[in-house]
């Protein structure tokens, strides 16, 4: 089975980025701490979002970073290596992982312990778990878990569990202390004015729970 090779997820929005080219910010990004990049741009069609995949991919590709793609299996197909991430209302995983077999990455987002649970029992690699903090960008998820939960979620779970919502460094050494593999972020460093400053913080506070 694939293992995540970073403690570290970048996930994309490239309306996020104070209006710089999201491709340039994530090359800077992998140059220090090979983040996962998962690839969430939901509003392009299918012929945008194979291109910007497959620009990104030749970056990750160079770097030695991962790449998922959000939900769009198609989009993973055609690229070599590639993994997918799939929401709670999705594909089941065992459904992705028929499709993709057992050498691409399948992880897939949860909002509760119970469904972290489930995504283990089917077959999922990881398990991103939010939103910890509150955050304008998980709202429509309901109020923030805390991280009372994501301590009784790593008590449960084997999978690596990735904390997402509200991340900060201080808070990613939070996480770390109650078991999280890793956490993902958004704006801590696509919104950053210097993006590798940001990325070393992220990197060095998941780097060791101690």
Known sequence: MPQLESRLFLV???HQTKGRPLVSLLERAVTVGAPVIQLRERDLSVKDLLALAREVHRLTEQCGSQLVINDRIDVVLALERAGVHLRS???PVSV???ILGHERLVG???HSVGEAVQAESQGADYVVLGPVYDTPSKQAYGPPLGLHCMEEACKRVRI???GIGGITAARARDLRHAGAFGVAVITAILGAADVEAAVQALV???ASPS
């Open 12 to 14: 994309t929005d490239r």
């Open 89 to 91: 209302n999705s594909l």
């Open 96 to 98: 992705a992982r028929r």
């Open 108 to 110: 897939i987002s949860a």
């Open 160 to 162: 690596p569990i990735i």
């Open 204 to 206: 060095d506070a998941v």
